[in-house]
């Protein structure tokens, strides 16, 4: 017999995938703000400063967001490893 799932559950898994692709997201919009103010940079559009300030930006927000979406649960525990 199959159980039917309940609406709580149901909205915590929806929450987790809208939150999964929020971050993901989050972390493209990130990157593209390390590799466009270098790009521009080496075309002569914008100054080392300016460069370095969004740079910064976006690296602490890889550093944020990303791990969010590419974390995963780790198959073996720790007990059962034997040395």
Request: aromatic share 10%; hydrophobic share 60%; with cysteine.
């Amino acid at each position: 017999m199959h159980s039917i799932p309940s609406i709580s559950a149901l909205l915590q898994h929806s929450l987790a995938v809208a939150m999964k692709n929020f971050a993901k997201m989050m972390s493209l919009i990130t990157l593209c703000l390390i590799v466009v103010p270098c790009s521009l940079y080496f075309a002569g559009a914008i100054d080392l400063p300016m460069v370095k300030s969004i740079a910064l930006f976006g690296t602490i927000g890889w550093f944020v967001f990303t791990p969010i979406w590419m974390s995963r649960k780790l198959p073996v525990d720790a007990a059962e490893v034997e040395i």
